[in-house]
């Protein structure tokens, strides 16, 4: 979208993150897991890489990588000689290598530590403490590095499998790396990185003011001042409507509210966004995840009843407008061929559900409406869920709903639903009694799912689910074999099937990403790879937000 007019000076741009909680004030890509953090911390932080309109490596990011399949190497070069961080000291490779070495340290805390660095040479010696270097890891000069892989695999082209983050040597080398998470540098507006903005202020979990960063690789941004505030999905309307905000993501379910209001354009794209329910099958022994034989959702015939009893098309098309559609495979569709769109997935069926029930044992024996387990036990789940705006608690209501009518008894965790971060916080336990929740993540521009339902315990996989066969479906997909476009697809496919009989997880909605954007920014885009509306090339055409 493009709005006529001259570009005004010393205006600020007014930016909406749309969320019911607040941020945990944590401003480091290496360590956040919330989206709200994350939505903070993009202005402050870069990652190494960016990506063209085919979501593949380009080389307009801070470095650009060289794939060597024979040698299995990877060189990584800066694309820049002069860079510096926010705060005026040089950026060299070794702040990569740095930031390497401390995601790989057994001490650190986060969950960026994945498959891919276990595959880099001597990875797996450094991360276990018996070794004090990295082998794979050759500097070649302050502006390259070249980085040995025991394999090479499909997902480097899209950034996966390759250190993507940088922190400053400079000053976090002082810092044992299991506190950075509680540092100064990471929480205040001390924060240092390579991102367009510095902080100026912050009013804790809430709101954020920029200054722009005069030493930003891709040059100051236009606009000097950008203001970043957490608003509630239960006023964002209005305070669009009244031009209080210039841009701003939208609530699917608010959509009818947005669509006739004068004062902004809207744009948006089908988003990397999951919506699933989860089922904790799993435990941790011994830091590794291992299937939980008490679980309550260990029978995969319940699982796969609770997933038929439920109506996710009737459901997104009444409560976000067809903004959330339902999902068939845990490898959403934004990825292309690598979906798998003629899998059945798990569509509303009530009478299926009831007989997988039958089928398992689970029987009302007492005529009270609700099915007894196997043993002729009471018999009840527990559900947690997130908090995030009306037609979700709606939409939770339903659920609970259509798995009374198949006759299993579902409560909420707390008898309502949680704060986000105290929600994760509780969801990636094992030892809290929950025994289904309601998450989402974002993939990422890499299609691969190690990260999200492999076995580390420093995943995303909540569930705790893991099996052999999981496993090697899943080290196919980054295998060198699936170097070959035809047999990648096939095997996508093959773990998409396994998935979907196993049912740990079950695909609910993927979504589409609608922003509304004030008609005083001078040009905006959602394109993948664009870099037309890039934050440092935003412009304003008038001082202060036009009201409808």
Known sequence: ????????????????????????????????????????????????????????????????????????????????????????????????????????????????????????????????????????????????????????????????????????????????????????????????????????????????????NENYYRGKPKIETLKVDVVSPDTIASEMKAGNYDIASIPADQYEQFKGMSNIDIVGSQSNTLHYLGFKVGKIENDKYVLNPSSKVADVKLRQALSYALDNKSAGD??????????????????????????????????????????????????????EDPNGKAFSLTLAAPQRGDSFEALIQDYIQKWEAIGIKVELYTGKTMERNAFYEDVRSFDKGIDIYLGAFGTGYDPAPLGLWGPSTSNMNFTGFVSDENTELLNKLVSPESMDQQKRVENYKAWQKYAFEQDFATPLFEIYDIVAVNKRVKYYDVIPGSQKATVEKLELVADKGIAE
Do not use: C
Request: glycine share 8%.
């Open 1 to 212: 979208m493009t709005n006529e007019g001259t570009a005004v000076s010393g205006a600020q741009l007014n930016y909406a993150i749309v969320d019911s909680t607040g941020s945990t004030g944590l401003f480091m890509d290496e360590l956040v897991t919330q989206a709200v953090d994350s939505s903070f911390a993009q202005f402050v932080d870069a990652t190494m890489f960016t990506t063209d309109e085919n979501r593949q490596l380009n080389d307009q990011g801070l470095a650009k990588a060289e794939f060597d399949n024979d040698n299995k190497t990877v060189t990584v070069t800066l694309t820049g000689k002069d860079y510096k961080w926010s705060d005026g000291q040089p950026f060299t490779i070794d702040d990569y290598i740095f930031t390497i070495e401390a995601i790989g340290s057994k001490d650190y805390p986060g969950v960026r530590y994945s498959n891919g660095f276990s595959q880099i040479e001597g990875m797996d010696a450094y991360h276990e403490g018996k070794a004090s270097s990295i082998s794979g890891i050759e500097k070649v000069d302050n502006y390259t590095v070249k980085l040995k892989y025991k394999e090479m695999n499909p997902s480097m082209t899209y950034g996966s499998w390759l250190p993507l983050y940088v922190t400053p040597k400079h000053i976090f080398k002082d810092i044992p790396v299991q506190n950075w998470e509680t540092s100064e540098y990471a929480r205040s507006a001390k924060a240092v990185g390579m991102g367009p903005y510095k902080i100026k202020s912050i009013v804790s979990g809430e709101s954020v003011i920029y200054e722009a």
């Open 318 to 371: 009444t409560l976000y407008h067809g903004l959330w559609t339902p999902a068939n495979s845990l490898e959403i569709s934004f990825f292309g061929d690598l979906h798998d769109s003629d899998l059945a997935g798990y569509t509303y069926d009530e009478s299926k559900a009831k007989e997988l029930l039958d089928e398992a044992g689970y029987k009302d024996t007492n005529n009270d409406g609700f099915r």
